[in-house]
């Protein structure tokens, strides 16, 4: 299982990963697009890296924004797999 980061870690990935803040044992990010069906396509990019990291945002959906949360679930809190699949999010457009 993957170890729960130490809050000087957390620390130290967030200043490396603008647009994430962090809320208690949670990541978030949280993103506009032009109207819904950008939105989804946003999403729709989401489900590859996901599935190849075993990993799994939740994620809500509102018209065109949307908000991506991170944790780990099995660890209970933020693991180095949120901040790794943080990253990878934030390169897709
Ligand atoms: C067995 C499977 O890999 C685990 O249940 C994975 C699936 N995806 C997951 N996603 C997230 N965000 N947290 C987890 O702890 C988690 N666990």
Redesign the pocket.
């Known amino acids: 299982m ?1 170890q729960l980061l130490s809050e000087e870690e957390i620390q130290q990935q967030l200043n490396n990963l603008p647009g994430w803040t962090r809320e208690g044992a949670k990541l978030q990010c949280n993103r506009k697009f032009k109207d819904f069906v950008q939105a989804i396509e946003f999403v729709n990019k989401l489900v590859e890296p ?1 599935e190849s990291a ?5 994620i809500e959906i509102s018209y065109n924004k949307v908000k991506i949360i ?6 209970g809190g933020l693991t180095k ?2 901040f790794d ?1 943080a990253k990878v999010i934030s390169q897709i457009s």
């Open positions: 993957a996901a075993g990993h799994h945002p939740d991170l944790t780990t679930h099995d660890a797999k949120d699949l």
